[in-house]
């Protein structure tokens, strides 16, 4: 294992141990410049009673836990400071434990990371601020022990902006449970009943995780050097959020209103390669400017074609029409 003083950050470190000396005898020195701190209970009563340094970064990092060699202490907080994020961990490693949440584990089609409402306490990275807030819940809950629930809970309580990075991750060496389950899954029933959630818990990680993935670009990776974007190729959604009829409609179904007043961001944020419009975190796929089968008008009942409406790609009312439909004969493909 490695910590942050490899990179050679600035720190101070406590080690929490809940057994006594003569259950687990510990040469202090060989711990330097850690300090060891002998105090009873679970890893939350340790949280509840340890005093944040004048440092702006509170790390936590749970005994089960190793870093994989693709993790990065100084480019995991240069992340969190170029997106404004209170809460930064790797994704975990599911190879080395399969029983994570499925929100924690690496996505690919992510690019670096991604923002979620949901992440596991293993190997985490808080603000200071956003730290104390969360010890503030664990203060005025003393119930609160194996800290099950408290992940899902924070985000909304603290009003934070949870990053993960799916480019680096982080592994459970050791599988096998020290404490008892069911008393956690106890601890957590409790924990939800007093900060109760919009929902059914599974469904709302679910939906709010679609929902922010939709919402937020990738992570913009920063270093000390230069500063790389995690630049994917733009992709449809499976719809473009627009009904009629009751009936979710699909990007082709939409491509004429690209350009609508009140519809058209809507429809491009979901169907960019349609729409031939990039979108933040994306680059358009090459060779997609293309006409649609129709301009999108008709006249006399019957549709016209983009060959018969090429003089009127810039008209005062039906341009935009026009041109969402037929961009490579308007010229609307840059």
């Known amino acids: 294992m490695r910590g942050p003083g490899a990179e050679g950050l600035p720190w101070d470190c406590k080690i929490y141990v809940y057994k006594n000396d003569t259950e687990l005898p510990l040469n202090a020195s060989g711990f330097a410049p850690c ?11 340790h949280w509840r009673v340890f005093a944040p340094s004048d440092k702006p970064y509170v790390m936590s990092w749970q005994d089960s836990m190793q870093m994989d060699p693709n993790v990065s202490i100084k480019r995991m907080i240069a992340t969190m400071a170029k997106n404004s994020l209170q809460l930064i961990t790797p994704a975990l490693n599911s190879s080395f434990w399969k029983f994570m949440h ?9 690019g670096i990371g991604r923002v ?32 099950w629930g408290v992940d899902e809970i924070y985000p909304k309580l603290c009003g934070a902006r949870v990053g993960i990075v799916d480019v680096m991750t982080q592994s459970k060496w050791r599988q096998e449970s020290l404490y008892d389950i069911k008393a956690a899954q106890r601890e957590r029933v409790e924990t939800l009943r007093k900060f109760p959630l919009e929902g059914p818990l599974e469904t709302l990680m679910v939906e709010r995780l679609v929902e922010t993935l939709r919402k937020f670009p990738s992570f913009t990776m920063t ?31 939409v491509k004429a209103y690209c350009s609508h007043a009140t519809h058209g961001s809507l429809i491009v944020s979901n169907c960019p390669v349609t729409c031939h ?7 358009l ?3 997609t400017c293309e006409d649609g089968s129709t301009s999108g008008v008709s006249s006399g009942g019957r549709a016209l074609t983009c060959s018969q409406v090429r003089p009127y790609c810039n008209h005062a009312t039906s341009g935009s029409l026009i041109r969402g439909s037929c961009p490579k004969t308007c010229g609307a493909c840059s």
């Open 35 to 45: 300090e060891i701190v002998r105090h009873q209970g679970a890893w939350m009563d």
């Open 223 to 253: 270093t000390t050097t230069n500063t790389t974007t995690a630049a994917q190729e733009c992709v449809d959604g499976a719809s473009s959020d627009v009904s009629s009829g009751g009936s979710m409609l699909k990007c082709s179904q």
């Open 116 to 147: 979620t409402d949901f992440a596991e306490f293993q190997l985490s990275i808080f603000t200071r601020d956003s730290f104390r807030c969360l010890q503030s819940i664990i203060e005025e809950t003393p119930t609160i022990h194996l800290g």
């Open 277 to 283: 419009k990039a979108k933040a975190g994306c680059l």
């Open 285 to 287: 796929p090459a060779a």
């Open 102 to 110: 499925q929100a924690a584990l690496p996505r690919k089609e992510n």
